[in-house]
C-alpha cells in the first residue's frame, strides 16, 4: 500500500461503443475520507464510467490502482470495490440474505459475517426488515438494501450511480441522509456518479461535471459556482444562460457587455479565469436566486450594476419558491418566496425593476 | 358399464393389495424416468445456461435446434435409439437394446431439449443486471454466473418437474427400445396398452390411476412453485 497515492485512480481511461467514444478520462482520483461527485446529464457516459471503475466492464484503454497498485477485474482488490445501481437487483430472498451477499461470496467467515450484516442493517435502520422478503419493500427501503449491502463488505470505495433517481421526494432525503451519515462512517470513500446538482452538493467534497464522456472541470462545488469553466459547467451547476452578446469592455476581471437587444450588462468574467476580449461573442449566465426584485418607486441606490424595467410574464409555484418570468428590454428569471411575492403583489403585468450585481453574472466565450 | 364397474373394483383391489406386479412396474418406471431426467438436466441445463447467457455465432441456429426438440415425437427417438442399439447398429456391441439402460437413454434425450429450452426462458426472464449488480458485490464472473442461474431457481426446477413427468408419461420411446419385458422392461405406459388390448383392464386402470396420481401430484408441485415465485425485484422505476 501506497500512503501517498489515492484510494482509487483512473488514468487514460477509454471506453468507445462502434467507433464511438463514451469515456475519455485522463484522470480522476478520490483521495481516503473523501466523498467525489461526478455530475453530467444523460447521455454523458456516467454510468459506463462507474461500471469501468467499478471492474465490471473493461475499458478500450487506461489503468485504474487501488491504493497506488494497478488492479484488473478479478482481482482481490477489486472486490473492495462495491456498488450501488440507480436500480439495485435485489436477489430473491430476505433482506438479511441480500445484505450478507457480498460477504457471503467473498468467503467470509460465517461469525464475521454476521456480525457485519447486524452493524450494516441497524446503520440503515433496517433491523426490524431483516427477515421481510424483497419483493415487499417500497423502493426507498430496497435502495436502502442495496446502500447496506454495498457497505456490509466493508468496502474501500462505495461507488453510486444515481441512488436518488428513483425515489420520491421523501425518500430521497432520508436516503441522502442515510448516505451521507452512512458512508462517512462506513466506507473509507465514495464516488457518486449523478445528474442532479442537489446530490453532488449536499454530499461531494469534491465534483468533476462530465460532459461527452470527458471531465470539463473538477473541483470543490464553491469553485464549481463561483468560477465555472463553462457555461455547461455554470448549466449543470444551476445557473440559467440567458443573453447572448459581444464584450464591449474589459476591465479588472469585470467585462461590459452589448446585448442583443442593445442593452449593456457588467459581469465577472467566467471560466476559470480565461476573460473574453473585446468584441468577442459570449453568453452571460445568472442564477435565478440572485436576481433582486423591486417596486420601481421603491427602487433605491443598492450595489447592483445591472438595472433592468421589466414586467411580469410569468408565475410558477415550485415548492416554496416561486420563479418568475421577466419580459422586457431582456428576459429573465427570478426565484423569490411566497412571502416575497405577496408583498410585492407579483402577478402578469405587474412593472419591476429587477438588479443583478456584476459578481452574480457571468460571461463565458460563446464558444468555438 | 359392468365390465368397467368391475375392473375398477379390482383395480382398487390391486392397489390396496400391492400387487407384487404393480409395484414392480411402478417402481421401474419412476427409476427409469427418475434417472433419465438426472442425464436430461446434466445435459440440458448447462446447454440452456449457455444459450442464455453466452454470446456466440451459430447461438439462434441452436436455440431453434432446442426448441425443435421440444416436439420431438418418443416415437422417432425411440426409433433412433433403437437403430443405435440394435445388433447391427453403431452401439450394437454394448447389447443394451431392450434393457433399462436403453430406455434411460431414450427419455434422457426426449428430457434433455426441454431442461434446456425451459431454463434457457427461465435464465432470460431474470434481468442481466443481477450479474453485473453480483460483480459490484465481489462475486467472480463465475459465481455471478451461478447467483443468475439462482435466481431463475424456480423456473428451472418446474422445467426439471415437468421434463419428469413428460418423460414418465410418454410411451413411444420405451415400447420400442425397451420392448415391454414383464419384470424387466415394462413401465407403467407400456404396460397400460399391453393390458388393454389383453383385455386385462383391472391392471391397466390401477397403472393409469397411478400414472394420473403422480401427474397431479406433479402439477400440484408446479403449481405451488409458479405460485410462490417472486415479483419483481428491481427497484420500479417511478
Known amino acids: ?368 | 358399464m359392468e365390465l368397467l364397474a368391475d375392473a375398477v373394483r379390482d383395480a382398487v383391489r390391486l392397489l390396496a393389495g400391492l400387487d407384487p406386479d404393480v409395484r414392480g412396474i411402478v417402481l421401474l418406471s419412476l427409476r427409469v424416468s427418475a434417472t433419465a431426467i438426472i442425464f436430461g438436466v446434466a445435459i440440458g441445463l448447462p446447454v440452456g445456461i449457455l444459450l442464455a447467457l453466452a454470446r456466440f455465432p451459430g447461438r439462434r441456429l441452436l436455440i431453434a435446434i432446442v426448441h425443435t426438440g421440444f416436439a420431438l415425437p418418443p416415437v422417432v427417438v425411440g426409433l433412433l435409439v433403437y437403430l443405435l442399439l440394435s445388433r447391427s447398429g453403431p452401439a450394437g456391441d454394448l447389447q443394451l437394446l431392450f434393457t433399462p439402460t436403453a430406455m434411460i437413454l431414450a427419455q434422457a434425450i426426449l428430457a434433455a431439449p426441454y431442461v434446456a429450452g425451459v431454463s434457457l426462458a427461465a435464465i432470460q426472464s431474470v434481468p442481466s443486471d443481477v450479474r453485473l449488480q453480483a460483480r459490484a458485490l465481489g462475486a467472480t464472473r463465475w459465481r455471478a454466473v451461478l447467483t443468475h442461474v439462482r435466481e431463475a431457481r424456480l423456473g428451472v426446477g418446474a422445467a426439471v418437474i415437468a421434463g419428469f413427468g413428460a418423460v414418465l408419461s410418454e410411451v413411444g420411446a420405451v415400447l420400442l427400445v425397451g420392448g415391454n419385458i414383464r419384470g424387466e422392461t415394462r413401465v407403467m405406459t407400456t404396460a397400460i396398452v399391453l393390458e388393454t388390448r389383453r383385455g386385462n383392464f383391472a391392471l391397466a386402470i390401477a397403472l393409469a390411476m397411478i400414472l394420473l396420481g403422480i401427474a397431479f401430484v406433479i402439477n400440484v408441485l408446479l403449481t405451488r412453485m409458479q405460485q410462490g415465485r417472486a415479483g419483481p425485484r428491481a427497484l420500479p422505476a417511478l
Request: aromatic residues 4%; positive net charge; charged residues 20%.
Open chain 1, 1 to 368: 500500500m501506497n500512503a501517498a497515492a489515492p484510494l482509487l485512480a483512473a488514468t487514460g481511461l477509454v471506453r468507445r461503443y462502434g467507433g464511438r467514444t463514451v469515456v475519455d478520462i485522463s484522470t480522476l482520483y478520490v483521495q481516503r475520507g473523501e466523498v467525489l461527485a461526478i455530475l453530467g446529464p444523460n447521455g454523458a457516459g456516467k454510468s459506463t464510467l462507474f461500471r469501468m471503475l467499478l471492474l465490471v466492464e473493461n475499458a478500450d484503454a487506461g489503468e485504474i490502482r487501488v491504493n497506488g497498485t494497478p488492479v484488473r477485474s478479478g482481482d482481490r482488490a477489486a472486490r473492495k470495490l462495491t456498488g450501488v445501481f440507480q436500480r439495485p437487483y435485489l436477489f430473491a430472498g430476505t433482506v438479511e440474505s441480500n445484505v450478507a451477499y457480498g460477504l457471503r461470496v467473498q468467503g467470509a467467515p460465517r461469525q464475521h459475517r454476521s456480525a457485519r450484516v447486524r452493524s450494516a442493517l441497524d446503520a440503515l435502520g433496517l433491523t426490524d426488515l431483516r427477515r421481510t422478503p424483497v419483493q415487499q419493500l417500497s423502493g426507498g427501503e430496497a435502495q436502502r438494501v442495496a446502500l447496506a449491502r454495498a457497505l456490509a463488505v466493508e468496502p474501500d470505495v462505495l461507488l453510486l450511480d444515481e441512488p436518488t433517481a428513483n425515489l420520491d421526494v421523501t425518500a430521497k432525503r432520508r436516503f441522502r441522509e442515510d448516505i451521507e451519515r452512512s458512508v462517512r462512517s462506513g466506507a473509507p470513500a465514495a464516488i457518486l456518479i449523478t445528474h442532479d446538482p442537489a446530490d453532488a452538493f449536499a454530499l461531494a467534497d469534491r465534483i468533476a461535471v462530465m460532459q461527452d464522456g470527458r471531465i470539463v472541470q473538477e473541483g470543490k462545488p464553491d469553485d464549481l459556482v463561483f468560477a465555472p469553466a463553462s457555461p455547461f459547467v455554470a448549466a449543470m451547476t444551476g445557473a440559467e444562460l440567458l443573453l447572448d452578446g459581444v464584450v464591449d469592455r474589459v476591465d479588472e476581471g469585470l467585462v461590459t457587455v452589448i446585448l442583443q437587444g442593445g442593452q449593456r450588462v457588467t459581469a465577472f468574467a467566467g471560466g476559470a479565469g480565461v476573460v473574453p476580449g473585446i468584441a468577442e461573442a459570449v453568453h452571460v449566465g445568472y442564477r435565478p436566486e440572485d436576481v433582486l426584485l423591486s417596486d420601481p418607486g421603491d427602487a433605491g441606490a443598492t450595489s447592483a450594476v445591472n438595472r433592468f424595467q421589466l414586467r411580469v410574464a410569468g408565475v410558477a409555484p415550485t415548492g416554496p419558491l416561486v420563479r418568475i418570468r421577466l419580459e422586457g428590454a431582456i428576459r429573465l428569471t427570478a426565484l423569490v418566496t411566497r412571502q416575497s411575492m405577496a408583498m410585492l403583489g407579483l402577478k402578469p403585468g405587474r412593472a419591476v425593476v429587477a438588479q443583478l450585481k456584476a459578481t452574480a453574472l457571468r460571461a463565458f466565450r460563446a464558444g468555438p
